[in-house]
Every structure is written in structure tokens, then in C-alpha cells.
């Protein structure tokens, strides 16, 4: 089981960095005071096989009652879920390529608009969140000044769910609805 990380990120100084991303409809945004929501879920994964552990996150949120998509949305959610690929900038010159990739591969507009994908000095962005590597999926709280309220990682086992659910505004998941995740 994964150790949860303290509430408030008391004692790290970690706040999400500001980096550019663009989702994958196309639409460029400075992270983090262009989050969606007043609390936003952000699911940041550094490597291709960690995308099962992403969704996951994603079913565990959007079942705890979490919009499972962005798009549509008019003004300031209170809460959202995003999924946050973190590329490293070599790769860069070909994002319309690997963007272009996820985007064929996902398909569904729903998705795309919760997909926002950066292309950052990798180990600079996870020092600033007091991220070790890039060996798993963080989930992390993020308000739109960069505080990060809660977080977790690897999988979302029910200690680590309910240390992110916590601080969202969503009603208690029992373990029943989501053991068939």
C-alpha cells in the first residue's frame, strides 16, 4: 500500500508548478490558475503504462459523483478531475504527433477535454510537487493558486481515496460501488 502524503503538503512547500498545457481539443492553458474548478482533481501520470492506474483515479472520482468531463462547462466548476501527461520538452517538436496519438486512441470528446498534456523540464516540475520519480500516478488537489490541499499515488486503494475525497465536495463512494473497478 502506497503512504499518503499530508494534507496541505504541510512541511514540503510543494505548489503545482505554472506550466503551459494544451488539451487534447486544442485548447492552450497556463496550469494552474486555468484549472477547471475551484478544487480540481488532477491525475498526473509520467509514463504511458501508468494510463490503467489513471483510470482508475478517474472512475473512482466520477463515481464519488466528480463530472466525468470538462467540456460543456460554463465558468468555474466547484469541482473536476483532469488528467495531467507530463512529457519532458525533447519530445517537444513532436507534439502534434504524440498529441495527435492519444487524441485518435481516446476518441471521445469527453476525455480529450479532461486531458491536458505538458511538455516541462520534468524533473524541475516534480521537484516543485515533492515528487520522487516518475515511477507512478499522483493525484493530487490542486486550487487554482497552486495549493495542493490533498494528494496521493499509485493506486486508489480506499486509504488513498479517502484522503483526496476529503477535501473534494463529493459525497461518501462505499466499497461496494467500487469494487467492480
Do not use: K
Request: glycine fraction near 10%; avoid cysteine.
Amino acid at each position: 500500500m502506497a503512504a499518503v502524503w499530508a494534507r496541505n503538503d504541510a512541511g514540503t512547500g510543494a505548489r503545482f508548478p505554472a506550466v503551459r498545457g494544451r488539451s487534447l481539443l486544442g485548447a492552450w492553458m497556463v496550469l494552474p490558475g486555468d484549472l477547471p474548478a475551484e478544487r480540481t482533481l488532477a491525475i498526473v501520470a509520467f509514463q504511458r503504462w501508468h494510463q490503467d492506474r489513471v483510470d482508475r483515479w478517474i472512475a473512482r472520482a466520477v463515481a464519488a459523483g466528480i463530472p466525468p468531463t470538462t467540456r460543456g462547462a460554463s465558468g468555474l466548476m466547484p469541482v473536476a478531475v483532469v488528467e495531467v501527461p507530463v512529457l519532458s520538452t525533447r519530445w517537444q517538436p513532436t507534439r502534434r504527433f504524440i498529441d495527435g496519438g492519444m487524441t485518435a486512441g481516446i476518441g471521445d470528446p469527453d476525455v480529450l477535454a479532461r486531458t491536458i498534456t505538458v511538455y516541462t523540464d520534468v524533473a524541475a516540475f516534480q521537484r516543485s510537487l515533492a515528487i520522487a520519480g516518475s515511477d507512478d500516478v499522483h493525484a493530487l488537489v490542486v486550487r487554482r493558486d497552486g495549493v495542493i490541499l490533498a494528494r496521493g499515488h499509485g493506486d486508489p486503494d480506499e486509504e488513498q481515496w479517502e484522503e483526496v475525497a476529503s477535501v473534494l465536495p463529493v459525497a461518501p463512494v462505499s466499497r461496494a460501488i467500487v469494487e467492480g473497478m
